[in-house]
């Protein structure tokens, strides 16, 4: 079955300070990933997204993600996280499943407070 | 850039009422979603269109109905509101498969 894992409900990190999300995913065929961020009372904004070619991907507000097959993992990075980054991010997965038809599977989430 | 726009940031409705919610995109996508979030939950998917008067059950249809009679709007509609509806309500549209999905700001219901 397909799925998402993001392991860490709430994470806490200081202002500045370095920022990993995990995700883990089980899907059966190739994998398009995307990670999205809400903001409180907001809709889903993208970050990025991986579908093929360099597994490192580059996003807005200075966000990178890393696709790692043999892991089934699509971590998401910050070297440094501002105050503003305080949200909820999502991580997906879609793809082109005969049955799936383009549909994302979402993650629980990982909601991140940013300390000063 | 996509726009995807929710007639309602905030709802409050009464059990047994029949409630819509209203979803207009800009993009001429033919795909549309409507999600329910929740605590803990994340997302998940209630009703998809992948083209007018087309629609197919998501992963937790029951308690609601969808409309699509124009490519830009799609419709959720709770035929009899109960609490347990009680949520967020997001919708979402996409170009293609593997394209990424643009959404709405939401809607904020409550069913006292």
């Known amino acids: 079955a397909q799925s998402v894992t993001q392991p860490d409900i709430h994470i806490t990190v200081s202002e500045g300070a370095s920022l990993e999300l995990r995700c883990n995913y089980s899907?059966?065929?190739?994998?398009?990933l995307f990670w999205y961020v809400q903001s409180p009372g907001q809709g889903l904004q993208l970050l990025l997204k991986?579908?093929?070619?360099?597994?490192l991907v580059q996003g807005i507000k200075g966000f990178e993600a890393e696709f790692k097959r043999s892991q089934s993992s699509f971590n998401l990075r910050k070297p440094s996280v501002h105050w503003s980054d305080a949200a909820e991010y999502f991580c997906a997965v879609g793809g082109l499943l005969y049955n799936q038809g383009g549909k994302l599977i979402f993650g629980q989430g990982t909601e991140l407070s940013v300390k000063p | 850039d996509v726009k995807v726009t929710q007639s309602s940031r905030y709802l409050v409705k009464r059990t047994g009422e029949k409630v819509f919610l209203e979803c207009v995109q800009d993009m001429d996508h033919e795909n549309m979603f409507w999600y329910r979030q929740d605590p803990g939950l994340g997302l998940r998917l209630i009703y998809f269109?992948?083209?007018?008067?087309?629609?197919e059950k998501g992963d937790i249809p029951e308690g609601y109905s969808v409309s699509r009679e124009k490519k830009e709007r799609f419709s959720l509609i709770l035929e009899s509101a109960s609490t347990n509806q009680t949520s967020m309500y997001l919708c979402?549209?996409?170009?293609?498969?593997?394209?990424?999905?643009?959404f709405g700001d939401g809607t904020r219901l409550s069913i006292l």
């Open positions: 269109s992948y083209d007018v008067k087309m629609k």
């Open positions: 979402a549209t996409f170009h293609s498969p593997g394209q990424p999905q643009h």
């Open positions: 899907y059966g065929a190739t994998p398009y």
């Open positions: 991986y579908f093929s070619g360099d597994t």
